[in-house]
């Protein structure tokens, strides 16, 4: 038996390799978008242009028809969940007809050759809530900013001797007599400031 998608407009395309992110699923669970909704936008992440040098660049073209014999169902129905993902803002159509875009192509695209940030994605989103990782379906990453101040977890050299230094004014002359470590006139100013 020949398949129905043999002479589709999507046949060159359902080859090769694609980053998948694995919290996707957890969309489902939380009643997010529907199975079918996410079997329509793997699909259309799948057919996409991922070479950022083209000018269709996270684009394609839908052919509903053409869907519908893929998928084994009416058009309407494809229309239907197709409808849901333009909702969720996952998709949007551009100013040509038929052509959509992604709103976050390179999140589904590996570094390196294709310059994607699939794993720049998947560590921002790790442990995160179902919802920030919705978001950031829709929207593209923004690094946040680098502390670059250690602090007690992430500091290199641990602080030896934690106790207080008292450091002298730069416009006074600071005296420490050896013998008791106040100057006489330190001891004066501190009876009479320190007593009021």
Known sequence: MKMKIDNSEYRRK???YRCSHRNRWLLLSAKIISLQALSLLE???D???FDQKHEA???YQVYFDEIAKIFTCSQGTIRNWHKEL???KLISPTKKKGVYKLYVPKRYISPGFWRGEASTY???EKGQSVEVIFQSMKKEFEPAEKNDQPNDKNSDSPVKDDSSIALGSSKDEYKISQN???SE???RWLGDNLLE
């Open 122 to 124: 998947a560590k921002e």
């Open 180 to 182: 008791n470590g106040l």
């Open 86 to 88: 333009v909702m969720l």
């Open 43 to 45: 699909f259309y992440i």
């Open 185 to 187: 006139e330190d001891k």
């Open 47 to 49: 057919i996409s242009d």
């Open 14 to 16: 359902l080859n090769g």
């Open 57 to 59: 660049y996270g684009t």
